[in-house]
């Protein structure tokens, strides 16, 4: 069995505590993490702060800084097999999307890597002329950085990255279940250089969480998960004051007109809903079809569901492997159940697989006479789709937007001008027109509503790691006037 470590202060130990880690492919235990307790967390939040503040990071150049991250990237590109391999031994995440999902995360930090010496103040036209006034960034101080199970290191490349650009430092709470490739990213965190507390990493259930997002030393936190953890966390963050981004989860409408390519709208269908298996926050997952298209586009989508490979995770021709969870399984199950209760019409799947681990079909829900079933409301994480369906576009946006999330959309059309239309009208963070599932370092990421609020990717994610200072240099040689008047 294999034992995973912690990272505090540039040095690994087995933590307070430990706990079991399942495969999620055979159910059966497969190796001991370590489990954070308060005083873990206390430590790692000292050693971040006392590195921030330390001549060998707080003094770095930025420029410096930008190598040590062009560093990291390489060491992530090199050791990307490594990784994959244990994300999907710990999560059930088909290693044909860790190997490629992993090898790009190195792009992320490489981004950033290049951001670091660009992030600039301003000079102010003031209206004073004995005064020069300029606006110089500094990082805002330790930042909490929380990540869930699926898609770790990309979710983290992005709160990393930003934070050690802009001068931050990071203690970063991996999920419980699955944390393992995260404490091995430690391993090539310590191997590229960095001084000692710039990161941390650490895993555990509530005590660790809770201590961590409201520890006096925390100034931002940095979050990506569900909306009720995302409410303890602001919760918390009532204590230190700290200033939250949350990257919350989704229902996203896959809007499809009848002028469509049915078959490029069909296979993003499928990336969107079943892909990853449907563990995504921006999962494709209320269908919302013509009517007129509705019938063939649900055959040709059943054809391609049915024809998924389910398999072993670390078997490259899988296409679709288990949930992360049994709870994530019995979640997908009830709300099936009750979906069906209140009249939505099983297409296909629906049960779990009859095999070790948590494996569960590529399942689609005919939703159309029930527009209030809970699977078109409920985040299932799995590969769940529910299906309704628009005559005009005025009901299709209607339809969209009617969801208390507001995260990502597809919109699949060949008419430019109702494209631009929609496009204006959908209330999400992300519009994706005619195809699904695209990121990039470049580009901001993050919604709105239950979907949360900031953005990671892009130039936006890095200033949302610093504070302004706004600087006043008096040039006048005079002295001052009556100093009982504000100037």
Known sequence: MQQFQQYIDGAFSDGSGQFDSLDPATGAVWARMPDASAEDVNQAVEAADQAFFSPEWAGMTATARGKLLHRLADLIAQNAPRLAELETRDTGKIIRETSAQIAYVAEYYRYYAGLADKIEGAHLPIDKPDMEVWLHREPIGVVAAIVPWNSQLFLSAVKIGPA????????????EEGPAPMLEFARIFDEAGFPKGVLNIITGGPVAGATLTSHPKVAHV??????ETARHIVRNSAENLAST?????????????EDADMESAVNAQVSGIFAATGQSCVAGSRLVVQASIKDAFLARLKEKAEAVI????DDMATEVGPLCTKRQRDVAVGLIERSIAQGAKLVTGGKPIDRDGFFF???ILDCSDVPDADSLTNEFFGPVLSVTTFETEAEAIAIANDTKFGLASGLFTQNLTRAHRMIRAIRAGIVWVNTYRAVSPIAPFGGHGLSGHGREGGLQAALDYTKIKSVWLRTSDDPIPDPFVMR
């Open 164 to 175: 050690l650009a802009a001068g931050c430092t990071v203690v970063l709470k991996a999920s």
């Open 361 to 363: 079909p590529p399942t």
């Open 245 to 257: 981004s949350l990257e919350l989860g989704g229902k996203s409408p896959f809007i499809v007109f």
């Open 222 to 227: 940095a979050f990506t998960g569900g909306p």
């Open 310 to 313: 389910i398999g072993a995770p």
